[in-house]
Nanobody, 124 residues
């Protein structure tokens, strides 16, 4: 079993930056695909970014490409989402997630473990 604890959300002005952290426990951390998803009020949960177990392969939603960076430190069992040039439309609850193995997917249904979510609010 993998347990995820998320932190780093907050209130920022447009153009600002935040770094989200996801601390993980479990023996499969280094071999499992992980990702970030977000859900705005009244909207469906949407894909943001994924990263392979090794950290060598990443994917991004078009809406965040060039602004967000996903990375991880396997030695610290922690995954991060660096968010730069934030826009009001980035406002959402952000969730970290882990799959049970090296399965790449942009669908939240394919991830087995989830953090509690952290609120990111970007004001104009």
């Amino acid at each position: 079993q993998v347990q995820l604890v998320e932190s780093g959300g907050g209130l920022v002005q447009a153009g600002g930056s935040l770094r989200l952290s996801c601390a993980a426990s479990g023996r499969t951390f280094s071999s499992s695909t992980m990702g970030w998803f977000r859900q705005a009020p009244g909207k469906e949960r949407e894909f943001v970014a994924t990263i392979s177990g090794s950290g060598r392969t990443t994917t991004y939603a078009d809406s965040v490409k060039g602004r967000f960076t996903i990375f991880k430190d396997n030695a610290k069992n922690t995954m991060y989402l660096q968010m730069n040039s934030l826009k009001p439309e980035d406002t959402a609850v952000y969730y970290c997630a882990a799959a049970s193995g090296p399965l790449y997917s942009r669908s939240s249904n394919d991830y087995d473990y989830w953090g509690q979510g952290t609120q990111v609010t970007v004001s104009s």
